[in-house]
């Protein structure tokens, strides 16, 4: 059992955790400021939840050359924030693997045609800055992650002015 002071989250986390857990919830969209924290807070959510539930996450990009120095390391940082670095969570390149269970994180860039497939073993697909993905890869997203109860996916983006 890990215990956690409940003032490392900020508001967005709490709106977020029981919608991880509703079955009848699909789709997350989580519109906010470039300051808002949304990535950090995703970030919070799915690793306490995946270390609770044991399944895994895969993070997608619009380009790989983006993740290491966005998504990536907003997930290094949350884990180090709850103190799950390291004697719980194992970094890797675009990877994260528990210690503790089978759960594992997963990151791509959709620069790849190739990236949305193979994603039948994740139970949540996450978009970080959903507003630079085409169409056709959310419905590609949509069509391949089903099979299993309580799959999710989760976007979060900045608003854009036209």
């Not at 807070?41 to 996450?57: K, V």
């Not at 969570?89 to 990877?95: A, C, E």
């Amino acid at each position: 059992m890990i215990l956690v002071n409940p003032r490392l989250f900020n508001p967005l986390y709490w709106h977020l955790k029981p919608l991880m857990r509703d079955p009848r919830i699909r789709f997350i969209f989580i519109e906010g400021g470039s300051s808002a924290s949304k990535t950090f807070t995703i970030a919070q959510a799915l690793l306490l939840d995946q270390l609770e539930h044991n399944y895994s996450t895969l993070a997608f990009r619009r380009f790989n050359v983006h993740i290491k120095d966005t998504v990536y390391s907003s997930f290094k940082l949350a884990a180090s924030s709850l103190s799950l670095s390291g004697s719980i969570y194992q970094f890797q390149d675009f990877l994260i693997r528990s210690k503790v269970n089978q759960a594992r994180i997963r990151f791509r860039g959709l620069d790849d045609e190739e990236a949305i497939k193979g994603i039948e073993d994740y139970d949540v697909l996450y978009n970080n800055e959903w507003n630079q993905f085409l169409e056709e890869q959310f419905s590609q997203q949509r069509k391949r992650l089903r099979g299993r109860p309580n799959q999710k996916i989760i976007c979060d983006w900045n608003p854009v002015s036209k």
